[in-house]
């Protein structure tokens, strides 16, 4: 437990060190975000029923940008083998570096969506099933990228690779995610969505770590 | 069997393009994996080939 | 037991064996493929709602289900490739793989073949259509995967993980689109409203289906061997095979 605390200071520590990164996760959401309605037209009415949708690819779009750098730069310097021979099971380590990941780059999203939402003539209830749906979902978009990560470590144009693998794999959360928002919308209740959500979430930080372990023994061996 | 005639057969009800075109591009899709396949074995057998000579 | 099948799985000996067994299952799968074709086209009756064009699903269907058989075959391989760290599986789930990828387009294409004569557009974003438009997804992230690794046994391992992790996620992203089809009831078309079924429509799918899985095992016959070649080209067993080939040519 001890070395996944560890662990977690440094990511965070040396993403506090390049905040660029942060601010190019929110700023590519931002403008994803924005260009919706620049194309679509500015109606109230249009907005709010593709906002569900809208946003929550755009989180996908936004959290998957960063994905390629979350073992990239241990894998080059080599503090990814320390962690491989390391005592401690590399699935906790796994789930170390993928919550740094996500408090840099899924957090601020969920932070940042409500505002984004007020553009969309998002009503206030809508307003909080997206942020509490973005927050019971992200976790598993960081934790099923981190296998795609692991994979296409080291590879030639993994950027490109990475989404093809791992956007598939996101359509659960995305049908569950915009469903909840869509379905407070329209007035019914969203619980049902929220607890598949959080049912999705749950089963891949159980199985995502391992798989992303075995991945990062391929990769490096 | 329910075909009065070939020309009956082959205009399919009137729906002549779309079973043909799904039947016909089934077979043309399977035929050339036949032969890219073949290809590549061509390709691998004498690249093996010139492996063994430049050896000798 | 034991010895025979580790004799059968290394490459210099599986090679000739799978150039032995490619005929026979070509053969047996053009057999089938008649009695397909001869059911689906002369014995398989009208339909009385959808006429002649109903006649599509004995493509379709067993395309269908050919995308799927393959994957899970293909993660089978996989799986049996990362637990005894051997070859040959890793190298069949790799040569199942184009297959199923062509599977899964003729079952798309062919879908959407039949929904424009019966229901006037050319795509329904009903479940299975979806769930097999992602299923072509998968497919190819494998290959792409499979293909961008330079060293093939990181490649066959990396596959193998990520073909098992699909295996995993099919179930759930079909599930997942059901449930989103069932909410948004815009379209009250379902592809599933296939014609009342005569066995004999049963019958020939399945000879179709029948057909299509001889020849994928064909075909992933002679993909593996091309593998094989491609891997082990500097290999002794492969210098024996190409003197055998030069001496009886000449």
């Known amino acids: 437990m001890r070395a996944v605390v560890t662990l977690l200071r440094r990511d965070l520590l040396l993403a506090f060190r390049r905040r660029s990164d942060v601010a190019t996760t929110l700023f590519f959401f931002l403008i994803v975000a924005s260009l919706f309605p620049l194309g679509v037209g500015p109606e109230p009415a249009v907005l709010s029923r593709i906002a569900p949708g809208v946003l929550w690819v755009a989180a996908l779009l936004a959290g998957m940008l960063s994905l390629t750098r979350m073992f990239a730069s241990d894998f080059s310097d080599g503090s990814l083998e320390q962690m491989l021979i390391a005592p401690q099971p590399l699935p906790m380590l796994v789930i170390a570096k993928v919550l740094a990941h996500w408090i840099v780059c899924g957090l601020p999203v969920v932070l940042l969506a409500p505002m984004i939402g007020l553009q969309y003539a998002l009503p206030n209830d809508a307003l909080l099933v997206l942020v509490l749906s973005l927050l019971l979902g992200t976790p598993a978009l960081s934790l099923i990228g981190a296998i795609g990560a692991a994979l296409t470590l080291g590879v030639r144009g993994s950027g490109l690779l990475i989404a093809l693998l791992v956007l598939p794999l996101y359509i659960p959360v995305l049908i569950f995610g915009a469903g909840a928002v869509a379905a407070s919308q329209h007035g019914v209740s969203a619980e049902a969505h929220l607890s598949l959500l959080a049912a999705f979430s749950l089963l891949s930080l159980v199985l995502a770590p391992f798989a992303t372990a075995a991945a990062l023994r391929i990769s490096v061996e | ?56 | 037991m034991n010895i025979n099948w580790f004799k059968y799985s290394s490459p210099q000996t599986f090679y000739p064996l799978a150039g032995r067994m490619i005929p026979w299952f070509a053969w047996i799968a053009v057999i089938f493929a008649v009695i397909g074709l001869y059911i689906s086209f002369f014995i398989a009756p009208t339909d009385f709602q959808q006429g002649e064009a109903y006649r599509i699903i004995f493509v379709h269907v067993p395309a269908a289900w050919m995308s799927m058989f393959i994957y899970m075959v293909m993660a089978g391989w996989a799986a049996l490739g990362l637990s005894l760290n051997a070859r040959l599986p890793a190298m069949m789930a790799q040569a199942l793989a184009p297959t199923g990828a062509i599977f899964t387009l003729l079952a798309l294409v062919t879908g959407s073949f039949w929904g424009k004569p019966m229901w006037g557009t050319w795509w329904v974003w009903d479940a299975r259509l979806t769930s097999e438009l992602i299923l072509l997804f998968l497919y190819l992230g494998f290959i792409a995967l499979q293909s961008s690794i330079d060293d093939p046994r990181k490649a066959d391992k990396a596959g193998a993980l990520l073909a098992l992790v699909g295996v995993v996620n099919v179930p759930i992203i079909y599930f997942s689109v059901k449930w989103w089809n069932t909410l948004h009831q815009g379209s009250t078309i379902s592809m599933g409203a296939a014609p009342k079924m005569v066995t004999t429509m049963l019958l020939g799918m399945l000879f179709m289906a029948l057909a299509f899985w001889m020849y994928t095992i064909a075909v992933a016959l002679m993909r593996v061997r091309c593998i094989m070649l491609e891997r082990e080209r500097a290999s002794d067993w492969v210098k024996v095979l190409l003197l055998k080939a030069t001496g009886g040519n000449a």
């Open chain 2, 1 to 56: 069997m329910h075909w009065s005639s070939w020309s009956a057969f082959f205009n399919m009800g009137g729906y002549a393009f779309y079973v043909w075109f799904s039947f016909g591009l089934t077979a043309l899709c399977l035929a050339w994996e036949i032969l890219a396949v073949r290809k590549r074995r061509d390709v691998a057998l004498n690249l093996a080939r010139l492996l063994a000579q430049d050896k000798q």
